[in-house]
């Protein structure tokens, strides 16, 4: 699969420019497969009072072993832009936080800065420094420790019941914010809510987007899946510990 992944280096080189830039003749040997993890908050939740928000959090804790677990393993974090560069071995995981949370800057970062992991962060460009979301700065300080931003859309709507031109909006002006205000490029787009249809797909490919993520289950699979249809795997309180280790046991 190494040509596939040349192609794919290549495609997203070309539109890309700027920092992180490698040459297509660096790649060495790859996987083509990664284990791409979706976290949405990373905070204390009551379970009674709040069943909803649990299954949407983590724990701090939890997050921490889990964090300590993938270290133990053997496990390396890589960007997205890194996996489909073909940066990817056995033991590359993808650490995605859907969002642009408030808690993933101050609680999730320095977690993984203790285990010096990377992550992308999906932003809402519409709701930055809206209370729960981090705020411009925020957002600069966790570029700065080398977090990947995607786009989330601007205001966090299902993009499948849109007509084409609010879809439109949706990507192209949530892109334009954040390169504009951030000075990166914007390559990369998560599924508000994981709802989408062939329109948002074609949009997003028409508006330069190289890859979009999904909440399908699965192990992303460069040989196999649609770059703009890449499958994740949901991390949440339920399963706990021993979920989360049976689900990456799963996978090798
Ligand atoms: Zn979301």
């Known amino acids: 699969m190494k040509i596939l992944t040349s192609i794919l280096a290549f495609v997203f080189l070309s539109g890309c420019g700027g920092a992180n830039v490698l040459g297509v003749g660096e790649i060495g040997e790859v996987s083509d497969q990664v284990p791409i993890l979706m976290y949405h908050y990373v905070r ?3 379970k009674v009072w709040d069943p909803l928000g649990w299954n949407l959090s983590v724990s701090p804790e939890l997050f921490e072993r889990q964090m300590e677990y993938l270290q133990g393993s053997g496990y390396s974090s890589i960007s997205m832009g890194d996996f489909l560069l073909g940066h990817a071995d056995e033991r590359s995981v993808v650490l995605t936080f859907d969002d642009g949370l408030s808690d993933f800057y101050a609680t999730a970062l320095p977690i ?3 285990y010096n992991f990377k992550a ?10 809206r209370e729960g979301h981090m705020n411009e700065d925020e957002i600069f300080e966790i570029m700065e420790s080398g977090v ?11 993009l499948a019941s849109l ?6 909006f949706e990507v192209s002006s949530s892109r334009d914010d954040l390169e504009e205000r951030f000075g990166v490029n914007i ?27 999904s909440t399908e289950y699965g192990e992303a699979d460069l040989g196999e899946h649609d770059l703009m249809l890449l ?14 280790v049976k689900r990456l046991e799963e996978l090798e």
């Open 44 to 46: 204390e939740v009551d």
């Open 112 to 114: 993984l800065e203790k």
């Open 120 to 129: 992308s962060n999906a932003v809402i460009s519409g709701f930055i420094g």
């Open 148 to 158: 990947e931003i995607l786009s989330h859309s601007v205001y966090h709507k299902n």
């Open 163 to 168: 007509s084409d031109a609010d879809i439109r």
């Open 187 to 213: 390559r990369g787009f998560v599924y508000p809510s994981g709802k989408f249809d062939r329109r948002v797909m074609r949009i997003l490919g028409e508006e330069g987007y190289s890859f979009a993520l």
């Open 231 to 244: 499958p994740r795997i949901r991390v949440d309180n339920r399963g706990g510990y021993e979920g989360f």
